[in-house]
């Protein structure tokens, strides 16, 4: 597999992120199929994997990081991990951001603990806190990276000014958006303000949830306590319907690729700029080797544009966003 930059740090051009082993998307996992499921990540050259402190395991506050660290613990050195402070949930699953320095100092004390390293190789801010002015957070990473306590920063589902700001403080390596062939909307704000300062941006979600795979239909269900999938508007039946245009299209072109739907759509993100690094969840072996194989799917100028005029014409009308935080 190739490597990409963001900023300076070198990764492979696409991640594993390790949410849904735990958090979001059903039940967790049995825990040791997924180190092995890491380890063939691993073994089949992605060395980026992201978590974050938000992400719990059948109850147990963290439970992400602890599995991620001990899965990477044999590729110490070889592998890059990115994970996340300043946001936590309530009882009601409201999420709440927090970056006030004191926060963020005992959050990545517990983030070395939990993934066992030294250093954070890259360490997001989850979210915006709107209390806290993004160049107060910018100046408390330019003392964690003094410190030697992390690497590089990035900031998750910031706009350009919000960017422009912290990265006048303390330059920023990555921001992490939602980005996919539903989830375009960063592409006129964003692209343009990394390409300028030289910030790597990494697109989660690049799957859409899931929904670009095609693998789910109006029937599909999703359980209403673990899996939040049944509240996204993309698997509304009404938008799976007014969807199909989009799906039929990503499956005409994955018929001339001799591909997948999902491959398709990853490496279509791929192509959209040399510095977006895609990262997909997965928790099953045979969808880590699909989705892993995009990296072989390439699009000749005349594809591209192609494929981005039909995308064009397709009018979005659900898909989600990001929930708000307080």
Known sequence: MNTRKLGTL????????????HHAYGAPRDEKEMEK????????????????????????????????????????????IATKFGLASNENHELLADSRPETVRKSVEGSLQR?????????????????????????????LIKE??????????????????AHAVCPLTAVQNRYSMMTRGWEETV?????????????????????????YTRESKFDKETD????????????????????DMIEEFAYKKDATKAQVSLAWVLAQRPFIVPIFGTTREERLLENTAS?????????????NEALSHIEIKGVYMGAKTK
């Open 295 to 307: 990296v072989q799917i390439s699009f000749t100028a005349e594809e591209l544009a192609q494929l």
């Open 228 to 247: 939040f999938r049944s509240f996204l508007p993309q698997f509304q039946p009404e938008n799976m319907d007014a969807h199909q245009k989009l799906l």
């Open 148 to 165: 030697g306590k992390i690497a590089h920063w990035g900031m998750c589902e910031a706009n350009a000014e919000q960017i422009r700001k």
């Open 37 to 80: 499921l890491i380890h063939k990540a691993v073994d089949l050259g992605i060395t980026f994997f992201d978590t974050a402190e938000l992400y719990e395991a059948k109850g147990q506050p963290h439970g992400n990081e602890l599995l991620v660290g001990r899965a990477l613990a044999p590729y110490r050195g070889k592998v890059k």
């Open 115 to 143: 993934l066992g390293v030294d250093c954070l190789d890259l360490y997001y801010q989850h979210r915006v806190d709107p209390k806290i002015p993004v160049e107060e957070v910018a100046l408390t990473m330019a003392e």
């Open 10 to 21: 070198e990764v492979s051009e696409v991640g594993l992120g390790c949410m849904g082993m």
């Open 191 to 215: 692209f343009p303000v990394c390409e300028e300062l030289g910030i790597g941006y990494v697109a989660f979600s690049p799957l859409a949830n899931g929904f670009l795979s095609g693998a």
